[in-house]
C-alpha cells in the first residue's frame, strides 16, 4: 500500500496549492481519503475527507470555504485545492486512508488504516 502525496511547496498569504495523494495497492473505491494537517507543536487535525465511492465530502471549519476535495477514481487520485490561503495553515500535509465514516475519520475518532509521508506547506505573511 502507498499514499503519495506531492504539490507542497510555499506561498504567499491569499495564494493557493493544489496537493495530490496517488493511491496504490489497494481498492481505491473501498476506501475513504482524508488530509490531515500537523503544525510545529501542534497535534495532527483533520482538514477535508472524501468517500471515494459517491464523492460525498467534509471538511474542517477552519478551511471550509477555502479548500476543496477532489478524486479522480480512474487514476486513484485525490486531490486539495487549497485557495486564500493562510499562515494559520502552514504544516506537513498527510494523505491517509481508511474504510468508515468519514466525519468520524475527520475528528480522528477512527483512526486511517494508511498514511503517506506527508508534504510540507509553508504559508508566509
Known amino acids: 500500500v502507498q499514499l503519495v502525496e506531492s504539490g507542497g511547496g510555499l506561498v504567499q498569504a491569499g495564494g493557493s496549492l493544489r496537493l495530490s495523494c496517488a493511491a496504490s495497492?489497494?481498492?481505491?473505491?473501498?476506501?475513504?481519503i482524508c488530509w490531515f494537517r500537523q503544525a510545529p507543536g501542534k497535534e495532527r487535525e483533520g482538514v477535508s475527507c472524501?468517500?471515494?465511492?459517491?464523492?460525498?465530502?467534509y471538511w474542517a471549519d477552519s478551511v471550509q470555504g477555502r479548500f476543496t476535495i477532489s478524486s479522480d477514481n480512474a487514476k486513484s487520485t485525490v486531490n486539495l485545492q487549497m485557495n486564500n490561503l493562510k499562515p494559520d495553515d502552514t504544516a506537513i500535509y498527510y494523505c491517509?486512508?481508511?474504510?468508515?465514516?468519514?466525519?468520524?475519520?475527520?475528528?480522528?475518532?477512527?483512526?486511517?488504516?494508511?498514511w503517506g509521508q506527508g508534504t510540507q506547506v509553508t504559508v508566509t505573511v
Open positions: 495497492g489497494f481498492t481505491f473505491d473501498d476506501y475513504v
Open positions: 491517509a486512508a481508511a474504510k468508515g465514516l468519514a466525519p468520524l475519520l475527520l475528528r480522528l475518532w477512527v483512526k486511517p488504516d494508511y
Open positions: 472524501m468517500h471515494t465511492n459517491d464523492g460525498s465530502a
